[in-house]
């Protein structure tokens, strides 16, 4: 079993919907939680960056995390084309940096216009 | 400056070949990384530089060779490269820890 689990898509929705990207996963030690934009042939971009269990919001994005369940999710609200890219959750047991980042391995996302 | 540049973007070398990739940051980031990614799957994290020195190697093999000359540059040194080896290198900087991490674009390397 992975350590973090994502579902790869691709997902497709029309401009303007609400989207929602899952992860779970099972080390109970990890407590800092992620969300990475990556574009097309570029580095991944960080969107949210979240501590322990709640909510978290910034601007159009909602990060969410349920320890309880160990269940991570990311949603836009009015989604635009420029939206469409690969989205990574990411998580690590410390904050410091020689603690691992473990990255899902992405949701294609496409936002049709 | 909010940004790590990565040089050179693209890389075509022969499996005898001896190469470097260049990293550089000026945010006073004190920790920076090399990761290993392919096509449609996650970054792998290969080397963490902290202060400077060396912290973490993710048993890479020999062939790669981390440097970081000072607090704003990072090499990696490639040397006998296998076609498996083909893939992107991301270079990454954090001010210390997982938080802020900043990626550079990356180099596209192909090893023929």
């Known amino acids: 079993q992975k350590e973090v689990e994502q579902d790869p898509g691709p997902l497709s929705v029309p401009e303007g919907a609400i989207v929602s990207l899952n992860c779970t996963y099972s080390n109970s030690a990890f407590q800092y939680f992620m969300w990475y934009r990556q574009y097309s042939r570029k580095g991944p971009e960080l969107l949210m960056y979240t501590y322990s269990s709640g909510n978290k919001e910034d601007g159009r994005f909602t990060a969410q995390v349920d320890k309880s369940s160990k269940y991570i999710s990311l949603f836009i609200r009015d989604s635009q084309p420029s939206d469409s890219a690969t989205y990574l959750c990411?998580?690590?047991?410390?904050?410091?940096?020689?603690?691992?980042?473990?990255f899902g391995s992405g949701t294609r996302l496409s936002i049709r216009p | 400056d909010t940004e790590v540049t990565q040089t050179p973007k693209h890389l075509v070398m022969g499996m005898t070949n001896k190469k470097s990739l260049k990293c550089e940051q000026h945010?006073?980031?004190?920790?920076m990384y090399w990761y290993k990614q392919k096509a449609k799957k996650p970054p792998e994290l290969m080397f963490v530089?902290?202060?400077?020195?060396?912290?973490i190697n993710e048993s890479v093999p020999s062939r790669f060779s981390p440097e970081c000359p000072n607090s704003s540059l990072l090499n990696l040194h490639l040397h006998a490269l296998q076609p498996e080896d083909s893939a992107l290198y991301l270079c990454?900087?954090?001010?210390?820890?997982?938080?802020?991490?900043?990626f550079g674009s990356g180099t596209r390397l192909t090893v023929v």
């Open positions: 530089y902290s202060y400077e020195k060396l912290s």
């Open positions: 990454a900087s954090s001010p210390q820890g997982t938080y802020g991490y900043t």
């Open positions: 945010m006073g980031h004190r920790a």
């Open positions: 990411a998580m690590s047991a410390g904050y410091s940096s020689a603690s691992k980042i473990i």
